[in-house]
Antibody, heavy 119, light 110 residues
Framework: EVQLVESGGGLAKPGESLRLSCTAS????????MTWVRQAPGRGLEWVGR??????????DFAAPVRGRFTISRDDSKNTLYLQMNSLKTDDTAVYYC??????????WGQGALVTVSS | QSALTQPPSASGSPGQSVTITCTGT?????????VSWYQQHPGKAPKLMIY???KRPSGVPDRFSGSKSANTASLTVSGLQTEDEADYYC??????????FGGGTKLTVL
């Protein structure tokens, strides 16, 4: 059974940093492409970014609002995905989901981690 | 990248069919066959219902179907059931390694 468990959410002040983790199980993590998707309170889904598997280059891509501030990395030895969020803004307040991504779709989602950015 | 356009709400009675549309451009929906639909119940994570325009993941009832014409994708739910009441989001690959979502449609089963 595929499981994705996010952790590391919490409260941060504008300008601060936060790192989310997503621990995966039930599939071969090292060959998977993974994404982060967020959802602001009462709002819709927003794609944040994606990381390819190392065998496919391990490259990352990001949505315009977070490009240059967020990075995605992975530790295949720990089956763990990371989202490093720097220079946080109040607009970054959202539930952040990690997802298993295949052919343009997020086939499995974690339960989400709440990030609140407020002074 | 602009969000895809969905109607904010849709409704139908149990047993009826309802179709939710998702309008994009030739740079996203019209240009690729990577349209997906997600169902989200309140307080829960989204669940994939349709991928690659028409395909259903294992376990998704065949009451759910997807289609696409030009720059508009559609999700049809046939034989509505009370448990189908949820928010539905479309998404599409948008080129240049980007993905875009629709604003969501709240489906009410009357």
């Amino acid at each position: 059974e595929v499981q994705l468990v996010e952790s590391g959410g919490g409260l941060a002040k504008p300008g601060e940093s936060l790192r989310l983790s997503c621990t995966a199980s039930g599939f071969t993590f090292s060959t998977a492409w993974m994404t982060w998707v967020r959802q602001a309170p009462g709002r819709g889904l927003e794609w944040v970014g994606r990381i390819k598997s190392k065998t496919d280059g391990g490259t990352t891509d990001f949505a315009a609002p977070v490009r240059g501030r967020f990075t995605i990395s992975r530790d295949d030895s720990k089956n763990t995905l990371y989202l490093q969020m720097n220079s946080l803004k109040t607009d970054d307040t959202a539930v952040y989901y990690c997802t298993l991504y295949t052919f343009g779709s997020s086939h499995y989602w974690g339960q989400g981690a709440l990030v609140t950015v407020s002074s | 990248q602009s969000a895809l356009t969905q109607p904010p709400s849709a409704s139908g009675s149990p047993g009826q069919s309802v179709t939710i549309t998702c309008t994009g451009t030739s740079s996203d929906i019209g240009g690729y066959s990577y349209v997906s639909w997600y169902q989200q119940h309140p307080g829960k994570a989204p669940k994939l219902m349709i991928y690659e325009v028409t395909k259903r993941p294992s376990g998704v009832p065949d009451r759910f179907s997807g289609s696409k014409s030009a720059n508009t994708a559609s999700l049809t739910v046939s034989g509505l059931q009370t448990e189908d009441e949820a928010d539905y989001y479309c998404s599409s690959y948008a080129g240049s390694n980007n993905l875009v979502f629709g604003g969501g449609t709240k489906l009410t089963v009357l």
